[in-house]
């Protein structure tokens, strides 16, 4: 690894905690080797750069009873000797520890002893199968413009893209929702070697990290993009949905730029290949007073939590899944290329018979033409040519792009009965449906547990069992207490409930317990952001006599 001297306005991406050191993994181009990983080189700024990048301190399953999962990628499989000795029962300080090891909780500061803000706090977490997780999350408060931005990347052929995507998508949103007066303050002091006005206030796990060695080339290519923006020079204020459109696809087109220009630092040149030839999901909201936008790029989901005037809750699904179980999906893909591809566009539910989501970040292999692919490996490292994966061609590659990181907006006007929004991968809605997403958030929340029915969907049962299942639901009320972070607390139920819906501490350890090996074939990495709404500002903000 490499360091260099960087000049004042490439320090501006380097903000970090005193002390904080970045982590680049690499495995994206190397499923070989999942463990590779690169530390970076703490790195001092001065005072004026922590300005403008401010940093907030803010017994194993059995195959019948869990479906081995299906990976978003498919790669070459291997095969893997276990033995039941690797599999042991944790006590519960154990599972506490490995599920608490990720969380991080934030309450929006109150002003004069009363919160302004439609957003009392979030609550995230992740829990990781694959090694190292290719999960990210990212929270910022816009500093410049109004609002908070929330997001869940999923990588895919490693960690690299959704690194990458969740360090730099919220700056070129925030760019994008500047106003033109705004823009030119700033683009006139990075010129003259001032302090620059901050832009976004990060909200990070101490374990959410910057690639400090990737930040002058990211600052240089965000700087290009509001430089064009001022010589666009449209004069009116930015709309939220056309800003996070642009921002999806121009971020998405640096990623490619930036691989086939290359950099003359060999880890850069490597990195920003990585960077590309993985691939991300993005799931991302945007909470301004009661106006919440979501942006979704693949099959990340945002389900709002809604409590009825009896009390119970019931689940509205604010994005669209983007693979083969979406018609529409389907039916725009069959639509951009030729009558002679329908029959191999798409292949047993994925993009080329190989990608599951059809809409993402990187992935330029689903997007360069042959001849760009083959050139960029045969000049690039020799870690390009030595991976069977990078050299690999899609079959039916005739008509490129197959692929887009544009997002699909949906708006959502905020109303007194919206009371938290859930942002997770799909690591989460594999194992648990939306419904008993937000009923399990909202009981935590409300702390008011709504009595269903036992129900055994179907198997016979004796008295004995049916005591059981009895005992497991009263221990489910008092595991309320164990967690202190709604987003652990839903991970919880995610991986250890048991058939009848109830928190089964034995499955809960033995699937925490598996293998990296295995735990990957059983489920994906889970990354959940729990963001609770402040009710009374939002029916404030609610003019009279509008339909709330």
């Known amino acids: 690894m490499s360091t260099f001297a960087m000049p004042v306005t490439s320090q501006l991406f380097a903000v970090l905690r005193n002390g904080e050191i970045s ?7 190397q499923p070989q080797n999942r463990h590779l990983c690169r530390k970076a080189v703490i790195l001092r700024v001065n005072k004026c750069h922590l300005r403008f990048f401010q940093t907030a301190n803010s017994g194993i399953c059995e195959p019948k009873q869990l479906t081995k999962r299906s990976p978003a990628l498919q790669v070459p499989s291997r095969k893997y000797q276990t033995s039941s000795q690797l599999l042991y029962n944790l006590t519960p300080p154990q599972v506490n520890s490995i599920l608490k090891a990720n969380e991080y909780s934030f309450k929006v500061p109150e002003f004069d002893g009363k919160n302004v803000s439609s957003v009392l706090g979030f609550d995230s977490n992740q829990l990781p199968a694959n090694a190292p997780i290719e999960d990210r999350r990212s929270v910022a408060t816009c500093l410049q413009t109004r609002g908070m931005l929330l997001g869940v990347f999923d990588g895919h052929a490693g960690c690299a893209c959704a690194q990458a995507v969740s360090e730099r998508l919220f700056y070129y949103i925030a760019v994008s929702l500047l106003p033109q ?4 303050e700033i683009e006139n002091a990075v010129e ?11 909200h990070k796990h101490p374990n959410d990290y910057f690639s400090k060695e990737a930040s002058r080339l990211y600052f240089n290519s965000l700087r290009t993009y509001w430089q064009e923006l001022l010589d666009l020079n449209s004069g009116e204020n930015p709309d939220i949905k056309e800003a996070l459109v642009n921002a999806f696809k121009r971020l998405d087109n640096d990623l490619s730029l930036e691989a086939q220009v290359g950099d003359p630092n060999s880890f850069l040149n490597y990195w920003v290949l990585r960077v590309a030839f993985s ?4 799931c991302v909201a945007h909470v301004d007073g009661v106006d919440l936008h979501v942006a979704n790029t693949g099959d990340g989901r945002a389900v709002l939590g809604v409590q009825e005037e009896d009390g119970s809750w019931a689940a509205m699904t604010l994005s669209n899944d983007h693979n083969a179980q979406n018609e529409n999906e389907v039916k725009r893909i069959r639509s951009e290329h030729p009558k002679n ?7 047993q539910d994925r993009l080329l018979g190989l990608l599951m989501p059809f809409r993402a970040f990187g992935d330029v292999k689903f997007k360069w033409s042959i001849e760009l692919q083959k050139r960029v490996l045969e000049s ?14 899609p079959p039916n590659y005739h008509t490129p792009p197959y692929l887009t990181a544009k997002p699909e907006v949906i708006y959502h006007k905020l109303r007194p009965q919206d009371k938290f929004l859930v942002l997770g991968s799909d690591g989460l809605w594999e194992t648990m449906h939306r419904q008993e997403v937000v009923r399990v958030v909202g009981e935590y929340l409300t702390g008011v547990h709504q009595q269903q029915p036992i ?14 299942l009895l005992m497991e639901r009263r221990a489910r009320f008092s595991s309320v207490f164990e967690d202190q972070n709604s987003a652990t607390h839903l991970i919880r139920h995610a991986v250890g409930n048991n058939e009848f819906g109830v928190v089964d501490h034995e499955r809960l350890s033995k699937m925490l317990s598996l293998p990296e090996e295995l735990a990957r074939m059983y489920r994906d990495d889970i990354t959940v952001i729990v963001v609770q709404f402040n009710s009374h500002v939002i029916g404030a ?3 009279p006599g509008e339909d709330v």
């Open 23 to 29: 982590k680049i993994c690499s495995s994206a181009l």
């Open 181 to 184: 007066e705004t823009l030119i």
């Open 192 to 202: 003259s070697g001032r302090a620059v006005l901050p832009i976004l206030q990060w």
């Open 279 to 282: 691939g991300a999901t993005a």
């Open 341 to 347: 591809e329908e029959k191999t566009v798409i292949k």
């Open 380 to 393: 690039g490292p020799d870690q390009l040519n030595e991976n069977e994966y990078t050299k690999f061609i």
């Open 455 to 468: 129900t055994v969907g179907g198997y016979r049962v004796t008295l004995g069992q049916m005591q059981g």
């Open 541 to 543: 903000q609610n003019k």
